[in-house]
Structure formats: structure tokens, C-alpha cells
């Protein structure tokens, strides 16, 4: 299924996974504010990609993502940014002004989704929270559905672009036998600034 606006039918996710609610979410975090965060996240790494982007709601058939797993002391979760193969290629050719094949453009993706929440785990860091994170892994050539049942899905942002969609989302949960405490705010550093230690 194609992702092109044009060409195929667009799915609205406030129908599909609800409206944004607190439920689950790990206290005294909320999801509004994870909401924020990872739109937030992922705008910044566009913008900083030259791509201009928009809060939307509608996403079509996703067939190529990134998700990258990450943990820290009472919870385990895993970011993933999602889009069409001609999606992803437009934004390639955007980003970097000239055509790449597949595997460049999975690559590419990876990056994003590293970025995008290298950028969480720093606003995550400014309220005491630590997180480590894994490597990023790609799924392709599949039909990939959201999920109805969004009892995982703390947060999620749909940013259109000129070249179509891009949808990133947030899965978080509790480790069973342990409590999630905040600790100390430390000042996060701005992406890219060099920290000597």
C-alpha cells in the first residue's frame, strides 16, 4: 500500500488509537507531557534536516520503520518512526539534495530515529530521568496497521511533510519490581555540544 496521500486512503489515528490519556502512563510523568516531547523531538530533528513539518492526525500505509529500544532504572520502552518507502525517499533526496538507493535510505531513517530520541532522552534527563538506549533496527517491505488496542502506546505524533507523512511513537512501561523514581533535574546539553568529563 502506498503512503501518497494522492494515491491511497489516509487512517486517522485519533480514531484508531483514541484520544491521549494518562492511563498507564508511568507517574509522575504524564502522557501530555510525553505527547509534547516526542513531537517535539521529532520536529527539531526535521527542522534541523531542512524538512518543514506539521502537527496532523492522518497516516496511510506504513512500509518501512526504525525503532530503537531503550531502558532505565523501573521501565523499558522503545521509540519507532514510520513511513512509506516514496515518503522516505522524497525526505532522503530532501535532506541530503541528491537520490540514494534502499539501504541508504533505511540508514538514513535509523539516524532520524536515533536523533529524534537522543532529543527525548534529553528532556527525559532534565527531569531526572536516565535512559539508555540500543541500536536502531529496521523493518521493511511490510504493511505495517496501527494497532487499535494502544494500551502500550503512551505517545504518539503524526508530522506531515511536503512528501507526506511521517509518524513517530512511543512505547513505555513499568518494570515489574521496580518503581520509577525521579532524581535530581540536571541541566541537559543542547544536541551535538561537546561535554568533557
Same mark, same amino acid.
Given at each position: 500500500?502506498?503512503?501518497?496521500?494522492? &494515491? #491511497?486512503?489516509?487512517?486517522?489515528?485519533?480514531?484508531?488509537?483514541?484520544?491521549? $490519556?494518562?492511563?498507564? #502512563?508511568?507517574? =509522575?510523568?504524564? &502522557?501530555?507531557?510525553?505527547?509534547?516531547?516526542?513531537?517535539? &523531538? %521529532?520536529?527539531?530533528?526535521?527542522?534541523?534536516?531542512?524538512? !518543514?513539518?506539521?502537527?496532523? %492526525? @492522518?497516516?496511510? +500505509?506504513?512500509?518501512?520503520?526504525?525503532?530503537?529500544?531503550? %531502558? +532505565?532504572? +523501573?521501565?523499558?520502552?522503545?521509540?519507532?518512526?514510520?513511513?512509506?518507502?516514496?515518503?522516505?525517499?522524497?525526505?532522503?533526496?530532501?535532506?541530503? &539534495?541528491?537520490?540514494?538507493?534502499?539501504? !541508504?535510505?533505511?540508514?538514513?531513517? @535509523?539516524?532520524?530515529?536515533? !536523533?529524534?530520541?537522543?532529543?527525548?532522552?534529553?528532556?527525559?534527563?532534565?527531569?531526572?530521568?536516565?535512559?539508555?538506549?540500543?541500536? =536502531?533496527?529496521?523493518?521493511?517491505?511490510?504493511?505495517?496497521? =496501527?494497532?487499535?488496542?494502544?494500551?502500550?502506546?503512551?505517545?504518539? $505524533?503524526?508530522?506531515? $511533510?511536503?512528501?507526506?507523512?511521517?509518524?513517530?511513537?512511543?512505547?513505555?512501561?513499568?518494570?515489574?519490581? !521496580?518503581?520509577?523514581?525521579?532524581?535530581?533535574?540536571?541541566?541537559?546539553?543542547? #544536541?551535538?555540544?561537546?561535554?568533557?568529563?
Amino acid at each position: 500500500m502506498s503512503m501518497n496521500p494522492n &494515491s #491511497s486512503p489516509l487512517l486517522d489515528l485519533t480514531q484508531i488509537w483514541g484520544p491521549l $490519556t494518562s492511563e498507564g #502512563s508511568i507517574e =509522575p510523568l504524564s &502522557s501530555l507531557e510525553l505527547q509534547e516531547d516526542i513531537e517535539e &523531538s %521529532s520536529l527539531e530533528v526535521l527542522w534541523a534536516n531542512g524538512v !518543514q513539518a506539521r502537527r496532523d %492526525s @492522518r497516516i496511510g +500505509g506504513l512500509t518501512t520503520a526504525s525503532v530503537i529500544g531503550f %531502558s +532505565g532504572h +523501573g521501565l523499558t520502552g522503545a521509540l519507532g518512526v514510520a513511513t512509506s518507502d516514496e515518503v522516505l525517499a522524497g525526505l532522503y533526496r530532501q535532506c541530503l &539534495s541528491m537520490a540514494g538507493e534502499a539501504r !541508504q535510505h533505511g540508514d538514513w531513517l @535509523r539516524e532520524v530515529s536515533n !536523533q529524534v530520541l537522543g532529543r527525548f532522552k534529553g528532556r527525559m534527563l532534565g527531569r531526572g530521568y536516565a535512559i539508555y538506549l540500543a541500536l =536502531p533496527q529496521s523493518v521493511r517491505g511490510m504493511c505495517l496497521v =496501527p494497532n487499535e488496542h494502544r494500551h502500550n502506546h503512551i505517545a504518539w $505524533t503524526v508530522l506531515a $511533510t511536503e512528501h507526506g507523512p511521517l509518524l513517530t511513537w512511543l512505547d513505555l512501561e513499568r518494570v515489574d519490581g !521496580q518503581v520509577l523514581e525521579a532524581g535530581p533535574p540536571v541541566q541537559a546539553r543542547a #544536541s551535538g555540544e561537546m561535554v568533557l568529563f
